[in-house]
């Protein structure tokens, strides 16, 4: 059984960093694709990044792409994300997900980010 966990969440001022991991377990992660999302309150679940498992193909939302970073650890099973000049509207709870023939099928509990302005 595929399970996700996610860490690294906190509370940060605007314009600074924070690094989120994602530790998977259970089934195979190669040629999957692994990624991350948000849900800011009382707004719809969106997408931030993914990253191919093999071969490390990365795509980002405009809003972030430039200060996000993703990227994954092959041997750790991990992946991350490297989120710098952070901003208030970043605010929100960030999701691992993992797709399943080519559908967003798996996801971890989530973990809180707060930037202050």
């Known amino acids: 059984q595929v399970q996700l966990v996610e860490s690294g969440g906190g509370l940060v001022q605007a314009g600074g960093s924070l690094r989120l991991s994602c530790a998977a377990s259970?089934?195979?992660?190669?040629?999957?694709?692994m990624g991350w999302f948000r849900r800011a309150p009382g707004k719809e679940r969106e997408f931030v990044a993914r990253?191919?498992?093999?071969?490390?193909?990365?795509y980002y939302a405009g809003s972030v792409k430039g200060r996000f970073t993703i990227s994954r650890d092959y041997a750790k099973n991990t992946m991350y994300l490297e989120m710098n000049n952070l901003k208030p509207e970043d605010t929100a709870v960030y999701y691992c997900g993992r797709q399943d023939r080519g559908s967003w099928s798996y996801w971890g509990q989530g973990t809180q980010v707060t930037v202050s302005s």
């Open positions: 259970g089934g195979t992660l190669s040629a999957s694709v």
């Open positions: 990253i191919a498992w093999t071969g490390g193909g990365t």
